[in-house]
């Protein structure tokens, strides 16, 4: 693990890099030091540069403008697209708890999470039973977990944080992602790409952040597909949704 301050608890959909730098600058020096003491335990802290920036009065301020660089350097130009995939997670999972409930919610996050006896079982984590008493609990989709993770302790609240649909084909990886080489070659790429990505409802604008696509160039593919019949589109609060029709799901089930 590692010190509390430099990972704010999430607060909801609207929280920036911003508000998380804002949050670990604001940290006072003393629980930052008793934070990096009960934390910062492993070899690389032990290394004297790094024990140089761990102990110096400065250290969050240094350890704030090191995060922001990483942040710009090795995240933002993808964050857009990453954070369509997430909202595009969630509003699928909305209409999974409106048409399952939330056991079959639940469950759908991965295969070794179970809903049992009015608890969640996650079998391959270990740390015993932990009670929520009301606290609620935070879902979390991610682009960068494998799997399912856990967080349990203060400051953050009950979360667990899952592998997004949609990430899959984020990174290649065709090995879970149907090849699209028949659809390709009937409907050309652009639209096969949409096609594939709408195994769950979704808005123009979601699709076009999360495949990187020019907004004009997703609409007027949308709009030729939606005429041969391979999507239809429908209005949910101030989106506008486009799904597969039967015919559309044909042609992506073929093309696996």
Not at 101 to 129: D, K, M, N, Q
């Amino acid at each position: 693990g590692g010190p509390n301050f430099v990972a704010p608890p999430p607060r909801g959909l609207n929280q920036t890099w911003a508000d998380d730098l804002a949050a670990i600058r604001d940290t006072s020096l003393e629980v930052a030091r008793h934070e990096i003491a009960a934390n910062a335990t492993g070899p690389s802290a032990r290394d004297p540069r790094v024990r140089a920036v761990l102990d110096s009065p400065d250290a969050v301020p240094r350890i704030a403008e090191a995060m922001d660089r990483a942040w710009h350097e090795l995240v933002a130009a993808d964050w857009p697209q990453l954070r369509a995939i997430c909202e595009r997670d969630v509003v699928h999972r909305v209409g999974v708890i409106g048409e399952h409930g939330w056991a079959a919610t639940i469950e759908s996050l991965h295969p070794g999470v179970t809903w049992r006896a009015g608890g969640i079982e996650i079998g391959f984590l270990r740390g015993g039973t932990v009670h929520l008493t009301g606290d609620g609990l935070l879902l979390i989709p991610s682009t960068i977990v494998g799997h399912i993770a856990a967080h349990m302790d203060d400051p953050w609240p009950r979360t667990l944080v899952y592998r997004a649909r949609g990430t899959a084909a984020l990174w290649g990886e065709q090995e879970t992602a149907p090849r699209p080489d028949a659809l390709t070659a009937l409907v050309g790429r652009a639209r096969a790409r949409l096609l594939l990505a709408l195994d769950a409802p979704a808005s123009t604008s979601h699709l076009a952040r999360s495949l990187a696509m020019a907004p004009g160039a997703v609409g007027d593919h949308l709009a030729i597909l939606r005429g041969a019949g391979l999507l239809v589109r429908a209005r949910s609060g101030r989106s506008v949704l486009y799904r597969r029709t039967p015919l559309g799901e044909a042609l992506v089930g073929g093309s696996g």
